[in-house]
T-cell receptor
């Protein structure tokens, strides 16, 4: 079975600072994908960034980067130069090729608040 | 940019009534999904659908639930006899391929279902 753990229920960061949101995972699949989604207060789920288990380099997408440490089974999201609009719930999710089928397994989320 | 759309944005129904939630996936995508999120909780997988049949379902997806692709664009989730505990945000998602762990699922804005 696949499992995602997000241990930070809430985080605060000052505007323009960087912040790291933690995510650890557990799977027996040799091939898997890790995803981060943003959920603003309006409720929609916005895809942010993806990391494949065989990718040699950490994924980056604009101000988002993923600190992927395969041996430690962690896939932390780093947001650089935080903006007020980054205030939202952030979910880490994973998908495996076998065992987990084609569904996404989500963590419990981290509520990020960006302050002036 | 193509996006997943869902209607209605909010549905209020009486316990025991049938509801149909509608989704229009991204046009060239082949795999479709429903997830739900009870208020304040994590996102949970319900069902995935490919080639006009269910490819995977969770234990939540019991006989009260059904999915259908009635035409070339819509994807629907039906709840036959709603219960109070069905109150949640329901997300539709779609992906291009579906079988690869690397395949990104794109979510619609959600339908908030309230069962009274």
């Amino acid at each position: 079975a696949q499992k995602i753990t997000q241990t930070q229920p809430g985080m605060f960061v000052q505007e323009k600072e960087a912040v790291t949101l933690d995510c650890t995972y557990d799977t027996s699949d040799p091939s898997y994908g890790l995803f981060w989604y943003k959920q603003p207060s309006s409720g929609e789920m916005i895809f942010l960034i993806y990391q494949g288990s065989y990718d040699q380099q950490n994924a980056t997408e604009g101000r988002y980067s993923l600190n992927f440490q395969k041996a430690r089974k962690s896939a932390n999201l780093v947001i650089s130069a935080s903006q007020l609009g980054d205030s939202a719930m952030y979910f880490c999710a994973m998908r495996g090729k076998t065992g987990g089928g084609n569904k996404l397994t989500f963590g419990t989320g981290t509520q990020l608040k960006v302050e002036l | 940019e193509p996006e997943v759309t869902q209607t209605p944005s909010h549905q209020v129904t009486q316990m025991g009534q049938e509801v149909i939630l509608r989704c229009v996936p991204i046009s060239n995508h082949l795999y479709f999904y429903w997830y739900r999120q009870i208020l304040g909780q994590k996102v949970e997988f319900l069902v995935s659908f490919y080639n006009n049949e269910i490819s995977e379902k969770s234990e939540i997806f019991d006989d009260q639930f059904s999915v259908e692709r009635p035409d070339g664009s819509n994807f629907t989730l039906k709840i036959r006899s709603t219960k109070l505990e069905d109150s949640a945000m329901y997300f539709c998602a779609s992906s291009a391929i579906g079988l690869a762990a690397t395949d990104t699922q794109y979510f619609g804005p959600g339908t908030r279902l309230t069962v009274l």
